[in-house]
């Protein structure tokens, strides 16, 4: 952002106010039997699937301009309804009925008995409308704009933006039959409904409060579009869907030197004996040390691994067992001072149910904002810790979880992970415009996460970690979880080889990593291992759930 002032570009935008529409004739359905031109706009914006979901959620975030007003004319509202529907119960009654109403002005329980049993179903109904809205309060929180006069507005703005049915209603009519097969086309009414409906967004952007009915916060001032998720498209990241190839079992490369090894399935020992063992797991060390085709050495902050075991050629892998092996391996820093009693604590911990701190993501904030954009700060994490119940000393994670997934358009999500927020700062890093790319003032890329290669993953230069760490007096350490188990039709039919859990513990000394503990905790078929009462759960692949 360094010479760019935002002031221009930020709310408020000197719109329009108020909002105003006026009744036309296209705005009611025709008479029965007549062809209705705009039938495609109209239901769309004030009934369908747009409305429901599009308008509504977002208009509804909006506080209603005049508060006191709009309470006076609920209130006015509601006792003309309940008159209404006091009168229309008051006729249903006898002349009987009507007495033994008067007398229910009394506490007698037995009159009120007899009075209710005398009542028809009917006339029951109207009575338990009447109470119905006598319990019916005043809203105590603030009245949301209007979503049935703003789909009136975006509905006669698309009209005064140019479609007509002249121009647009046939080939509309074409695209919407044939939408549902294909690659979706969106109808070009639907093309100006989003470019009103974001215009009246700017509108009652300028003039209304914002208010989140399932938040704890105060009503406050709009602030930008991703106060409500209406950003669609991520500039600084312009992909359709996320490139990596998904592979259920990774394959050697430069990204994953190491692999799982099934030999000791295939020659016979049986899935119980792999299970139970740690020697043909990869060695972690290995998969964090890393060699790019540029011969550049890269040390992995976090990493997400998994590998399976193929299934013959002639059979559907889903009718056969097979082995799988995943790792997750993330990283933390530890004031040096304080590694010892880590290590201590950490040898002995099971990692298993992601009771650790995590990495935390941002949705909202394009790549190219992050960390200095008010949209990212859900994604800043600071030193967390000591617990009594879980670190007996403060780490800081290093990373943290790019997320985009807004536009129908987009094939699935796209995901990255990038350094946190403190580890930017101390680095001195910046983002340099080239996908997931961090570079320090020199240009130099120092931390990077590969999006055109598997697994997830977060790299970071070994050579600038280290002297990162030896001047703020940190040690970088890891954990690592993992899990062995049968796949397939054993499974389903209640996990007959049990599983097995591994866990581990390494760190970064002069430059290089070393493995301070690896062990594997065999979990038999039927045995519940007890959770953790402090455990987190993450979000972030689910595989250790």
């Not at 037995?110 to 109207?126: C, I, K, M, N, Y």
């Amino acid at each position: 952002m360094s010479g760019i002032d935002p002031v221009p570009v930020r709310p408020p935008y000197k719109s329009p106010w108020p909002l105003r529409t006026r009744q036309l004739k296209c705005d009611e359905e025709p008479e029965d039997g007549e062809e209705d031109p705009y039938s495609t706009i109209r239901f769309s914006v004030m009934t369908w699937d747009f409305h429901r979901y599009v308008i509504k959620p977002a208009v509804q975030k909006f506080v209603a301009p005049d508060q006191r007003r709009l309470r006076r004319e609920f209130r006015r509202r509601h006792e003309a309804r309940l008159q209404e529907v006091y009168e229309v119960f008051l006729c249903s009654l006898t002349d009987e009925q009507r007495t033994a109403a008067e007398a229910l002005r009394t506490e007698n329980e037995t009159v009120h008995e007899r009075f209710l049993a005398s009542l028809s179903q009917e006339q029951r109904g109207h009575l338990d409308r009447f109470l119905s809205l006598v319990q019916k309060r005043e809203p105590e929180e603030p009245i949301p704009f209007d979503t049935e006069r703003a789909s009136r507005w975006i509905f006669h703005q698309v009209l005064r933006l140019g479609w007509t049915p002249a121009r647009f209603g046939e080939v509309d009519q074409v695209i919407r039959d044939g939408s549902r097969s294909g690659s979706r086309i969106e109808r070009i009414g639907k093309k100006y409904q989003w470019i009103a409906f974001h215009q009246l967004l700017a509108i009652l952007a300028d003039h209304c409060l914002l208010h989140d009915r399932w938040s704890d916060e105060p009503v406050r001032p709009y602030s930008g579009p991703w106060e409500f998720s209406e950003r669609d498209l991520d500039p600084s990241l312009l992909l359709r869907s996320e490139p990596r190839e998904r592979q259920e079992s990774l394959k050697l490369s430069w990204l994953v030197p190491a692999a799982a090894s099934f030999e000791a399935v295939n020659s016979g020992e049986g899935s119980s004996h792999w299970l139970q063992s740690l020697d043909d797991c990869p060695s972690p060390v290995k998969l964090l040390e890393v060699t790019d085709p540029q011969k550049r050495r890269w040390i992995i902050l976090e990493g997400n691994y998994s590998w399976e075991e193929s299934a013959p050629p002639d059979l559907d892998p889903h009718s056969v067992d097979r082995r799988r092996l995943w790792y997750q391996l993330r990283s933390y820093l530890v004031r040096k001072r304080d590694l010892s009693r880590f290590f201590a604590w950490a040898k002995r911990q099971q990692w298993y149910g992601r009771w650790m701190p995590e990495s935390h993501s941002f949705s909202e904030a394009f790549l190219g904002e992050y960390p200095w954009h008010p949209a990212a700060s859900e994604a800043f994490r600071d030193w967390d810790g000591p617990s009594a119940r879980e670190n007996p000393v403060p780490v800081l994670v290093t990373s943290a979880e790019y997320l985009w997934s807004k536009s129908s358009e987009i094939d699935g999500s796209v995901s990255a992970l990038v350094p946190s927020v403190p580890l930017l700062r101390d680095l001195g890093l910046h983002w340099n415009g080239n996908e997931v790319e961090y570079a320090d003032e020199e240009g130099r890329i120092i931390a990077h996460s590969p999006m055109c290669d598997s697994p997830s993953c977060l790299l970071v230069c070994p050579d600038a970690m280290a002297t990162y760490l030896d001047h703020q007096g940190y040690a970088l350490v890891w954990t690592l979880v993992g899990e062995k188990l049968v796949i397939g039709p054993s499974l389903q039919a209640g996990d007959p080889d049990g599983r097995a859990e591994i866990d581990g513990v390494l760190i970064l000394r002069s430059k290089k990593i070393e493995q301070v503990a690896l062990h594997l905790h065999f979990v038999a078929s039927g045995e519940r291992r007890p959770a953790r009462s402090s455990g987190r759960r993450g979000g972030h692949h689910g595989q250790a759930d």
